[in-house]
């Protein structure tokens, strides 16, 4: 494997101790709170979240091999205690296809669930412990409902898992060896995560949905992925594929190179490629129709899709779907489609030419990417970032039904025959 460390990785910030390193604002009434309130949207009008910076605030802590280098640029005070499993600093990787483009892969696979979301999780858990909260939940039977089980775990914290009616139960086992509690709903994905939602609220659980409305704090975490990529290319990459589901990840990794601009780290702004299982354009469709408001996004939205081996991704009314659009319109990106056939091949074709085995809701960063050079849109000497969003050791029980691995039978007599075969092949 091919790691990338910068020779001399960019200076982020200065070092510089600060305790208000950050304030947390309502992006719809622009009133600022106090850091220890502890609601999710705004208190005045309900309004969504986000957090602002100083300018002032140190930089990475080469001491910490995990995203939490980055903590100055954090939602969260300087002294409290974080609770990690190692989460970020994965690897970037030099993809070995040849090409005219320069390929990398930030492999999150890596990551101790096996997915980006445990960037989301340490610092929601972490968040959860600092207010003293005792018990945490969401719905999800995805890679945020493996994390925040696992994270929880590790804080000693509670943790509650709603999850739609016949979720596999390959996907179910880990979470159950975490510990959760598991709710299987009755009714709709909206219905569950609206009821989640409106649960937690009512009992003054700690939720973990990642999306901005009911967590803004892990909203912060996939920034972190920007910073990463920022420090081990040693520059700001013309082209970043992300997969889309919820639309988070690709909108915090767009947030990390604007605040890394704001802060006059680096003037260079990358274009970000959203990939989204074949017909699922509601985020599309917003960008063509300039939809900026939530309630018209959410006019748009279908109330289910067509089945597709792209199960992590496959959402209708993807819940930070217009902070997706905002980030595809501002870096002058675009939303390319991957088919499930597609998706297998980007699976092969990472396991088998690049090492990791990626779900196939991960492996579509590939497709992605071929897409950007099949359509010209990529040029000799740029270079393009794929992120590797989730394990394809967690969704196996998917692959099962499209792949047939090939066996060839030996015994004690024909065995040595078959290997020089294939030695010869
Ligand atoms: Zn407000």
Redesign the pocket.
Known sequence: MDRIRAGSPPQLLTSRSAMEHYSLM?H??G?SMDRNYGGMT?R??G?SLYFVYQSNAFGPDRNQHSMWRYRSLLPFSQNAEVVSLGEGMTPLQKARCPSSVGIYLKNETTNPTGSQKDRALSIGISKAKELGQKTVMLYSDGSTALSSAAYAARAGLKNITVIPKGAPVSRLVPIAIYGSCILEFDGTDAEALEWAHATSMEFGIFETSTYRRANPYESEGPKTIGFEIFEQLGSVPDWIVVPVGGGGTLSGIWRAFRELQRLGITSDLPRIVGVLPQGYSVLEQALISGIRSEDEFRALCLASGPPTIQVKISMTCPPDGLETVSAIRESNGVFVYASDSAALQAVKTLGKCEGIYAEPSAAVAWTGIEQLLRQGLARDGETVVGLVTGSGFRETGVLLESIEPARISVNRKTGAGTVQKILDG
């Open positions: 309502c719809l009434c009133i705004c005045e009008c309004g």
